[in-house]
């Protein structure tokens, strides 16, 4: 179910200097964002492929 | 030597000669400048407050507030990753506005970027007349809505975080959410954050779906 899922990217801020970027998600982040879709499914089957 | 009835600030007599008026005029002036010593310094919009109940001990102070620390925008992306917060503060705030979720997803936030069963959590939510009731002592983060908005709704949600830079002890989360949109409801939301009692440094705004519009700003509160 989550192999098509494209990886999203990620907003990063630094308060400290400012510097703001917009990245891919790293294998750890990916990771953990499969598992939340993975999770929402789990909860939600009724909206399962919308 | 006289002195002046409040201050004791070293003043003439009557019988001084004329020829040491200079001198006891700068007797005066250093006494009067020693005392207000502590009116100087201080930085634009600072106020004086006192620092004991000594006379003449005041401190410049900034006034309590709220302290924007920066703004993000959510649209695009699955997440948004804001580092580095100050700990300057007590409290934190962080606000959420029009977040819109493309697509179906949970819509929520992790500290530090922890998700490991870091997060105690009881949250009730209202949809319509339906009232639903959750909680987890467990969780892997802390859901700001268990169902996310999926258009512009006037959507708004705001979570504060009390004594956030505490090493000791685990942090109080109070966070609230309103749709006012279709399926208007609102979710209130109180929990904790254990991760291993380590100050917040940063915190993860996410969906499980995409952000399809919304920001985030970040406040310190003193």
Redesign the interface.
């Known amino acids: 179910m989550t192999t098509s899922i494209e990886r999203p990217e990620v907003f990063e801020l630094d308060l400290m200097t400012g510097d703001k970027k917009l990245r891919p998600m790293n294998d750890d982040e990916y990771e953990q964002h499969l598992a939340d879709v993975a999770d929402y499914a789990a909860a939600n089957p009724d909206q399962v492929g919308e | 030597m006289p002195t002046t009835t409040n201050f004791g600030w070293t003043t003439p007599a009557d019988t001084d000669l004329v020829s040491q008026g200079a001198a006891a005029m700068r007797t005066l002036g250093n006494g009067v400048d020693t005392s207000f010593v502590k009116l100087k310094g201080g930085t634009t919009g600072q106020t004086l407050v006192k620092n004991s109940d000594t006379d003449l001990d005041f401190t410049w102070s900034s006034p309590p507030g709220t302290t924007l ?2 703004s ?3 649209t ?11 700990q300057s503060y007590t409290d934190l705030i962080v606000r959420v506005y029009l977040p819109v979720v493309s ?4 819509f929520g936030f992790r500290l530090n970027g922890l ?1 490991t069963s870091n997060y105690a959590n009881l949250s009730q939510q209202v949809s319509g007349t339906t009232i639903t009731q959750t909680g987890s002592s467990s969780a ?2 802390h859901v700001l809505c ?2 996310a908005p999926t258009a512009a709704a006037s959507g708004y949600a705001e979570i504060r975080i009390a004594d956030y830079t505490t090493s000791s002890n685990v942090k109080l989360i109070q966070s609230s959410y309103v749709n006012n949109g279709t399926g208007i409801h609102t979710t209130i939301t109180q929990g904790t954050f254990r991760g291993s009692n380590a100050a917040a440094t940063s915190i993860t705004i ?1 969906t ?3 952000f399809g519009g919304g920001s985030v700003s ?1 406040y310190g509160v003193k």
Do not use: C, E, P
């Open positions: 620390l920066g993000a925008s959510l695009g992306t699955s997440s948004v990753n804001i580092t580095s917060i100050s697509g179906a997803g949970v998700s892997t983060s268990a169902t996410y499980s779906s995409i970040v």
